[in-house]
Nanobody, 127 residues
Framework: QVQLVESGGGLVQPGGSLRLSCANSGGSLDRFAIGWFRQAPGKEREGISCISANGRSTWYRDSVKGRFAVSRDNAENTVYLQMNSLKPEDTAVYYC????????????????????WGQGTQVTVSS
């Protein structure tokens, strides 16, 4: 059974950093493309990054390029989202999502490309 679990959220000052983690408590993550999404209050969910199952393909939303980095450690069964230079507008609930349909080499930026979702972790950027 697939159960994605995010961790690492919290309160951070503007300019600070956080590293989010996504693990599959039901088994391995190594066949999954993983997407990161976020949803701020009153706003639609948006895709911000993804990484292919083999780790060779990544994608970033323009607003996070150069500040966020996605990586995966299949030996540790974990995908990470390193978030640097955080801004108040990054405040949201962050979700990781898993996709088994895309194969090893690609990942998607749209929510309907993912079948499995974590419960979310809150990130608040405020002074």
């Amino acid at each position: 059974q697939v159960q994605l679990v995010e961790s690492g959220g919290g309160l951070v000052q503007p300019g600070g950093s956080l590293r989010l983690s996504c693990a599959n408590s039901g088994g391995s993550l190594d066949r999954f493309a993983i997407g990161w999404f976020r949803q701020a209050p009153g706003k639609e969910r948006e895709g911000i990054s993804c990484i292919s199952a083999n780790g060779r393909s990544t994608w970033y939303r323009d607003s996070v390029k150069g500040r966020f980095a996605v990586s995966r450690d299949n030996a540790e069964n974990t995908v990470y989202l390193q978030m640097n230079s955080l801004k108040p507008e990054d405040t949201a609930v962050y979700y990781c999502s898993g996709d088994l349909r895309s194969g090893n080499h690609v990942c998607g930026s749209r929510g309907n490309e993912y079948d499995y979702w974590g419960q979310g972790t809150q990130v608040t950027v405020s002074s």
